[in-house]
């Protein structure tokens, strides 16, 4: 019974040592290693504190149209209008405003991505009929954009688009999957321009039209 005690005593006595000190010890050097895991989770969000919205369907809190561009062309007159005209870009000063939270006066477009999912993103964009009263002009604005820049250097730029005034969507930005994470901007060229069709009743007066930009949380396969 003694011998039988004295062995459990043994044994615990093994355990508790081993629990203590669970490095192992080298006999050669003295030194003794161990292993530990330093952790933390990454989770969507950051960037901009004031996003000017998601893509338009309220899903992708994190992935916002930041900022999109008024635009202001120079003044058309009559006789060119009625044979048809260009008109160029001048800035983005424009006198009757949305009031959409990413429009701005300062020619900048700005894209973020802080999803985390890599899952890529396109931005497309439509204008519709310079109005004044009752008068409606046509034609296509060519949007150009300069000073492309993406933390992800392998974003795809921005494409030339040109949106004709009827209302359809053109593809002005694709981020394929893997791209477009982080803040991408770029800013509205001199080269844009306005092109308006020949209409021999045009009248005079102010023509505004309306630029709809729609950011979706996928990209285009094509």
Known sequence: MKKTMFAGAV????AATAA???LTVSAADGSATGTTTAEFSVVAGGGSTTPGGDNGTGTNADLWLVKAPDMHFSDGKVADIISGTDLTYVDGTVTNKT???AENADGALQVTDNRGTGAGWKLSANINQPTNGTTQLTGALD??????????????APVAASLTTDGNDVLVWNAA???GQGNNTASVDAATKF???ANP???NGLYDATV??????TPDAN
């Open 11 to 14: 044994a615990l006595a093994l």
């Open 20 to 22: 203590i000190a669970p």
């Open 212 to 217: 709809t930009w729609t950011l979706a949380g």
């Open 195 to 197: 092109h308006i069709d």
């Open 177 to 179: 999957v893997g791209q």
């Open 201 to 203: 009743s045009v009248t």
């Open 99 to 101: 009031n959409d939270p």
């Open 143 to 156: 949007l150009v954009l300069k000073d492309v820049t993406s933390p992800n250097t392998a974003t795809n």
